[in-house]
């Protein structure tokens, strides 16, 4: 078989860990698919820039076209992100038939369906497996491994931006502005980062996890979505002291033929598997009816991590094009979308709270809770700094989300309340 031929689109942080990867692993990709792989053009955005990796100059490119259009280039590998503009090249690419492997999760998130259609039309791969959970293979497990079981749960750190933060935040005080500009420089953040801490990057994960685990076509607007930026250090010590670890976790629930999809920063008990992820590591847990709970770990972010995914869609190409069976691997979703309404969405809550130091204040605020039947988990209440106005954190027994809102609003409502400094919600118990 002659030598494979790849269009790179792009050479950042997961581009240069492509080519390492090819080059450093030519002998067991070649023994894996028979024959050479070798990278034809490169697309960047600046030629001349300084490379941290080694590059023939010549075969660098800012021009698009000059690789889809290519008719000798048999694989499109997608690492330079956007959304728009890069959707009309992998659509041009797949009308020129050529195969697609892409990291791009704003991308899938938002037109996989689309893509994976017009791809399976003209008989092309399009594999996206670096895009969720970067070297961990969970797409590959829930589209295969897991493909006899009825999926009813997935819950995810999917960002390792915002695992980053949080763990050293949690494990070393530092402050969040320091080291989310860590995470930077280790290549783990988005070009915009706000897309990580604001936990869109994670939803668009979730919406590619969720959509393949319930076969069902989740939207990005079906998920609601917190960030971390309004996490304070006061939140993770009270986590702490009452026996949770705080996460941004991404929770897909199935219950009968309806789901719900969201993102938030959440508590978990420290004696949950998930709690001890950590760094820009990721972790997905899949509950299967059949298989029961699953958990898949390894790096969520990084070069050589991510680029190990891709590499393998790769391969996994190029097996299916000796077979002649390209484009036939991608199966469209079973179930039209049923999502949950907030009084079917059920979860324990911790809040903080500024009050009024004064007797009656906590029975007025837990009569609230009681109009409503719920009730208290864990209760704290300590002076603060201010004076006159003392802390109360609960941590609630399960609520419908339709009444924790109204819950939320009634309270800040109550002239005894100063401020709810935060609410999260709160997976499991913890024995603290
Ligand atoms: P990056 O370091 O910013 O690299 C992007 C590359 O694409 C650069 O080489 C840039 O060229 C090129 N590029 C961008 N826009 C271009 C344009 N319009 N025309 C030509 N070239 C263009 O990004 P990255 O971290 O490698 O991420 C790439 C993709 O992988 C993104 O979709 C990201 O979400 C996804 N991803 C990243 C990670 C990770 O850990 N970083 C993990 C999983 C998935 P120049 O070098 O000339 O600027
Ligand atoms: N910015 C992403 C993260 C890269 O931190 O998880 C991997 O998708």
């Known amino acids: 078989m002659k030598a494979i031929s790849i269009g790179l689109l792009g050479l950042g942080t997961v581009g240069s860990g492509v080519i390492k990867?090819?080059?450093?692993?030519?002998d067991k990709l070649m023994h894996q698919v028979g024959c050479p792989i070798q990278?034809?053009?490169?697309?960047?955005k600046d030629v001349n820039k300084?490379?941290?990796v080694e590059i023939n100059p010549a075969i660098l490119t800012d021009q698009v076209n000059e690789i889809i259009n290519d008719p000798e280039i048999d694989v499109i590998i997608e690492v330079m992100g956007g959304v728009e503009n890069t959707k009309d090249y992998m659509l041009q690419a797949i009308q020129n038939k050529k195969h697609i492997v892409t990291a791009n999760k704003d991308l899938?998130?938002?037109?996989?369906?689309?893509?994976?259609?017009a791809a399976s039309e003209n008989g092309c791969d399009l594999f996206y497996e670096a895009s969720v959970a970067g070297g961990i293979p969970i797409i590959r497990s829930l589209v295969d491994g897991l493909s006899s079981d009825r999926i009813?749960?997935?819950?995810?750190i999917v960002n390792g931006t915002t695992n980053y933060i949080l763990t050293k935040m949690t494990e070393e005080g530092l402050a969040y502005e320091d080291v989310l500009k860590e995470a930077q420089a280790l290549g783990f953040a988005e070009a915009n980062p706000a897309s990580d801490v604001d936990g869109l990057d994670a939803a668009r994960k979730m919406v590619i996890l969720a959509t393949l685990g319930f076969s069902m076509k989740v939207d990005l607007d079906d998920v609601k979505t917190t960030g971390i930026t309004m996490v304070t250090e006061e939140d993770l010590h009270y986590a702490n002291r009452l026996g949770y670890t705080m996460k941004l976790l991404g929770i897909a629930d199935r219950d009968g033929d309806k789901v719900e999809v969201s993102v938030q920063p959440t508590l978990l008990p420290k004696t949950h598997p998930l709690?001890?992820?950590?760094?820009?590591?990721?972790?997905?847990?899949?509950?299967?009816?059949?298989?029961?709970?699953t958990m898949f770990y390894g790096p969520g972010a990084g070069s050589l991590p991510t680029a190990t995914s891709i590499v393998s869609d790769l391969v996994a190409v190029v097996k299916n094009m000796r077979l002649g069976i390209n484009g036939s691997y991608a199966v469209a979703p079973q179930f039209a979308k049923n999502l949950k309404d907030s009084e079917e969405i059920?979860?324990?809550?911790?809040?903080r709270i500024h009050a009024k130091d004064e007797v009656g204040?906590?029975?007025?605020?837990?009569?609230?809770?009681?109009?409503?039947?719920?009730?208290?988990?864990?209760?704290?209440?300590?002076?603060?700094?201010?004076?006159?106005?003392?802390?109360?954190v609960v941590v609630t027994h399960k609520a419908s989300l339709k009444s924790f809102e109204e819950i939320f609003m009634q309270l800040r409502d109550l002239d005894a309340i100063k401020d709810i400094k935060s609410s999260y919600r709160v997976e499991g118990s913890a024995n603290a």
């Open 108 to 117: 899938m998130a938002v037109h996989g369906g689309e893509l994976l259609t």
């Open 275 to 293: 709690s001890s992820v950590q760094n820009e590591y990721n972790a997905v847990y899949v509950y299967g009816e059949a298989v029961g709970e």
């Open 361 to 392: 204040v906590f029975a007025e605020i837990t009569s609230v809770f009681t109009q409503h039947g719920v009730s208290f988990e864990k209760i704290l209440q300590l002076p603060v700094k201010e004076k006159g106005l003392a802390e109360i």
């Open 39 to 44: 990278v034809k053009k490169v697309l960047v």
């Open 346 to 351: 059920y979860s324990k809550y911790f809040l």
């Open 21 to 26: 990867i090819i080059e450093n692993h030519q």
């Open 50 to 52: 300084e490379r941290d």
């Open 152 to 156: 009813n749960k997935l819950m995810g």
